[in-house]
């Protein structure tokens, strides 16, 4: 397969605009997570599609930037409406980005009914927009994406610190003068940007997928933005290539969804494997402080034991310790644990005494700390 990316002119074709559009989606759709807005990318790509219809019957061209520049037009103008919405009245934001995304998504339904039943012949292939068909895409289409994607990119890096501001505290940045409320604008243009150049790859309907899979994999990896925004990139590009591999290899298997499910695949594997939050590795520390208390209860009952005599070496059969703990079968084990720290020494077969460490370590955890 990897062989085939240099020699397949499809193939290749493919794998440059997904990963394109990876990486743009990715990066992008990061602030789109962090600001809790996942649901606006499914609205904006829903909306976009009254945009492609309009662009070909005002133009009757489909060439992707025309129809590209419609799709953006409708889905920016549906942005603006949820906006004003929300501001001026009292509908709430989930409600009012439901009320664009049908109506809007309604509209583009007709006007492709419309389109296709006119009779041009120039018409066919705009309904792949409503599902996606990467396999169509040509050079132009390639660099179309890149060059709108990387345009994208480049004012997301120029203004890094606004839109960190309007991500993370909107207020401060409102006091230090600065216009959030076009920054804000600025950074839903450029969501905008990022939907629609993957419109023709993916669809309307799997778009918001691929803007917010790689966004929420990558939050597992890293609490640094910019780490976040550079995995992101990388986890989109890496399921846009996997998705044109896969389906390259088995007939009747579209690109579009097979992108999608390895973008949701990269999430649940982010979400059991990324350290410090994936599951896994929550396990594998709970498993641990488990062992360690499981370790201290040993110390603490041994030290116990201890203070019935006169002499706190004074040794105990391991017995008399398994009898004082709560997990008994776990005792062996916890005093080699106690042994190789140096807080515990057998003096004979099955019998356990404390050491001076041990005895030491064992008053510092027990004996309560005044505080002031």
Same mark, same amino acid.
């Given at each position: 397969?990897?062989?085939?990316?240099?020699?397949?002119?499809?193939?290749?074709?493919? #794998? %440059?605009? +997904?990963?394109? &559009?990876?990486?743009?989606?990715?990066? =992008?759709?990061? /602030?789109?997570?962090?600001?809790? @807005? *996942?649901?606006?990318?499914?609205?904006?790509?829903?909306?976009?599609?009254?945009?492609?219809?309009?662009?070909?019957?005002?133009?009757?061209?489909?060439?992707?930037?025309?129809?590209?520049?419609?799709?953006?037009?409708?889905?920016?103008?549906?942005?603006?409406?949820?906006?004003?919405?929300?501001?001026?009245?009292?509908?709430?934001?989930?409600?009012?980005?439901?009320?664009?995304?049908?109506?809007?998504?309604?509209?583009?339904?007709?006007?492709?009914?419309?389109?296709?039943?006119?009779?041009?012949?120039?018409?066919?292939?705009?309904?792949?927009?409503?599902?996606?068909?990467?396999?169509?895409?040509?050079?132009?289409?390639?660099?179309?994406?890149?060059?709108?994607?990387?345009? #994208? %990119?480049? +004012?997301?890096? &120029?203004?890094?610190?606004?839109?960190? =501001?309007?991500? /993370?505290?909107?207020?401060?940045? @409102? *006091?230090?003068?600065?216009?959030?409320?076009?920054?804000?604008?600025?950074?839903?243009?450029?969501?905008?940007?990022?939907?629609?150049?993957?419109?023709?790859?993916?669809?309307?309907?799997?778009?918001?997928?691929?803007?917010?899979?790689?966004?929420?994999?990558?939050?597992?990896?890293?609490?640094?933005?910019?780490?976040?925004?550079?995995?992101?990139?990388?986890?989109?590009?890496?399921?846009?290539?996997?998705?044109?591999?896969?389906?390259?290899?088995?007939?009747?298997?579209?690109?579009?969804?097979?992108?999608?499910?390895?973008?949701?695949?990269?999430?649940?594997?982010?979400?059991?494997?990324?350290?410090?939050?994936?599951?896994?590795?929550?396990?594998?520390?709970?498993?641990?402080?488990?062992?360690?208390?499981?370790?201290?209860?040993?110390?603490?009952? =041994?030290?116990?034991?201890?203070?019935?005599?006169?002499?706190?070496?004074?040794?105990?059969?391991?017995?008399?310790?398994?009898?004082?703990?709560?997990?008994?079968?776990?005792?062996?084990?916890?005093?080699?644990?106690?042994?190789?720290?140096?807080?515990?020494?057998?003096?004979?077969?099955?019998?356990?005494?404390?050491?001076?460490?041990?005895?030491?370590?064992?008053?510092?955890?027990?004996?309560?700390?005044?505080?002031?």
């Amino acid at each position: 397969m990897i062989l085939d990316l240099f020699t397949d002119y499809t193939l290749r074709t493919v #794998a %440059l605009g +997904v990963i394109a &559009l990876g990486i743009t989606s990715g990066a =992008l759709g990061t /602030f789109a997570v962090l600001r809790r @807005q *996942s649901l606006l990318g499914d609205a904006i790509s829903h909306a976009a599609l009254p945009g492609v219809a309009l662009a070909f019957l005002l133009t009757g061209s489909k060439a992707p930037l025309v129809l590209v520049v419609g799709a953006a037009l409708a889905g920016w103008i549906a942005t603006l409406l949820i906006t004003s919405i929300v501001r001026l009245s009292r509908i709430k934001y989930d409600t009012a980005l439901g009320l664009i995304l049908s109506v809007f998504f309604g509209v583009g339904l007709v006007l492709l009914t419309f389109v296709q039943r006119s009779g041009s012949a120039s018409q066919a292939g705009l309904d792949q927009f409503l599902f996606g068909q990467a396999a169509a895409l040509v050079e132009q289409d390639v660099v179309t994406m890149a060059v709108l994607g990387g345009l #994208a %990119l480049l +004012v997301m890096l &120029l203004f890094w610190k606004e839109f960190k =501001l309007v991500s /993370f505290d909107a207020d401060f940045g @409102q *006091s230090l003068g600065l216009g959030m409320r076009m920054v804000d604008v600025l950074l839903t243009s450029l969501l905008v940007v990022a939907i629609v150049i993957g419109l023709q790859t993916v669809g309307v309907v799997l778009m918001s997928a691929i803007l917010v899979a790689p966004a929420a994999a990558a939050r597992q990896w890293s609490n640094h933005l910019g780490r976040v925004v550079a995995i992101a990139g990388g986890f989109g590009a890496l399921a846009g290539l996997a998705g044109a591999l896969v389906s390259s290899r088995a007939a009747h298997i579209p690109t579009g969804p097979t992108i999608v499910l390895a973008a949701g695949l990269i999430v649940g594997m982010s979400l059991v494997f990324a350290p410090n939050r994936g599951l896994a590795w929550r396990s594998v520390r709970r498993w641990q402080n488990r062992q360690k208390l499981q370790v201290r209860i040993v110390l603490a009952n =041994l030290y116990a034991l201890s203070q019935h005599h006169q002499n706190p070496h004074h040794p105990h059969p391991i017995a008399t310790i398994v009898s004082a703990s709560a997990d008994q079968a776990s005792v062996p084990f916890n005093l080699r644990v106690l042994a190789d720290l140096g807080w515990v020494r057998e003096t004979a077969p099955g019998t356990w005494a404390l050491t001076e460490e041990g005895l030491t370590e064992a008053r510092t955890e027990l004996t309560p700390q005044n505080s002031y």
